[in-house]
């Protein structure tokens, strides 16, 4: 899934899993900061639409597979950490994902 779309109700119940996502998103990412450098990993944009009067943010990763996020909110501050949730769900599933091959891989 290279780009992924949100629901409110799906914000919700992310944030209750992930109370803290940037923080989640840095940590997971540490690794490769400390190889490569502050950015490394991420790219975070933010774009002002004049008609809507909303801030978008789009939230890139390039690890562990590349892919984008996008959120639409009033404040820039809650478009950036919708951003973030939706990271933190997309990471969970591709490191799950990870974790089930390598153990399958493991049992051969």
């Known amino acids: 899934m ?3 779309l949100i629901s409110f109700q ?12 940037r923080e989640k998103v840095e940590q997971m990412l540490a690794p490769l900061v400390k190889v490569y450098g502050e950015n490394a990993g991420q790219r975070l944009e933010f774009e002002h639409t ?10 890139g990763l390039d ?3 590349k892919f984008t996020v ?12 919708c951003c973030y949730l ?5 990471l ?17």
């Open 10 to 21: 799906t914000d919700v119940n992310l944030r209750k899993i992930f109370p803290n996502p």
């Open 2 to 4: 290279k780009n992924m």
């Open 86 to 90: 939706q990271a933190c769900s997309m």
């Open 50 to 59: 004049k008609y809507a009067g909303v801030w978008r943010c789009k939230l």
């Open 63 to 65: 690890w562990p597979r």
């Open 92 to 108: 969970q599933v591709i490191i799950l994902s990870l974790v089930v091959m390598l153990t399958i891989c493991c049992q051969m």
């Open 70 to 81: 996008t959120a639409t909110a009033a404040d820039p501050n809650d478009a950036e950490e």
